[in-house]
């Protein structure tokens, strides 16, 4: 699976939109990107996933470039509970290792 | 419940005792993985069963660590004679299929004294 590379924080105003960026340069072509988020003592939870095209749900939207080198994870309305350290992730549909790979991901803190 | 669900959810084990660890998935969930996560670190890849089979166990740091799904849903992860270095939070996840969204429990937080 290919590698991601992201900020080790950011932070953001509560109520502002958080945009976590993420690049994946060597992804392939049957990799998909992943987002997932951890809130404090508790276990990873699924956000959002996207092949090649933007796809939004209750959570958040994923924008991934043309040239699928790099994607943007776009919280519209963050809370404060929103405060998480975020894991961008790129997966094969076929073959390859069978874990997700997290990295240290992006501490989001989200400002009051 | 309807989620994923892990026991204990901390464990005081002294150096060299075993430990089980065990997870409940969501009913139906073909795949389960485990992870072991560090303080500090994101999760690390152990292992991953499809039904009762364990296709992939080659995250499983040593021959200490083993795990079993006897009849495709519940699982246990176990390690033998622990070690400091053991003292992790481990997390289980299910789902449906092997590359879709997996679904965590709150984990097993270890503690080798």
């Known amino acids: 699976d290919a590698k991601t590379t992201q900020p080790p924080s950011m932070d953001c105003a509560e109520g502002r939109a958080a945009n976590l960026p993420c690049n994946h340069s060597t992804i392939s072509g049957n990799e998909y990107v992943y987002w997932y988020r951890q809130i404090h003592s508790q276990g990873p939870q699924y956000i959002i996933h996207?092949?090649?095209n933007n796809e939004t749900n209750e959570m958040a939207s994923l924008i991934i470039t043309e040239d699928r080198k790099s994607s943007t994870l776009i919280l519209p309305h963050a809370t404060l509970r929103d405060t998480a350290v975020y894991y961008c992730?790129?997966?094969?549909?076929?073959?390859?290792?069978?874990?997700?790979?997290f990295g240290k991901g992006t501490h989001l803190i989200i400002q009051p | 419940g309807a989620g994923v669900s892990q026991s204990p959810r901390y464990k005081v084990a002294k150096r060299g005792q075993d430990v089980a660890l065990r997870c409940d998935p969501i009913?139906?969930?073909?795949?389960l993985f485990w992870y072991q996560q560090a303080l500090g670190q994101g999760p690390e890849f152990l292992t991953y069963f499809q039904n009762e089979a364990q296709l992939d166990k080659s995250g499983l740091p040593s021959d200490r660590f083993f795990a079993e799904r006897p009849e495709g849903s519940v699982s246990t992860l176990k390690i033998q004679r622990t070690q400091q270095e053991d003292s992790a939070v481990y997390l289980c996840?299910?789902?449906?299929?092997?590359?879709?969204?997996?679904?965590f429990g709150q984990g097993t937080r270890l503690t080798v004294v």
């Open positions: 992730i790129v997966r094969g549909s076929g073959g390859g290792a069978d874990g997700l790979t």
């Open positions: 009913s139906g969930h073909v795949s």
């Open positions: 996207g092949l090649k």
């Open positions: 996840a299910s789902s449906s299929d092997r590359v879709g969204r997996a679904f």
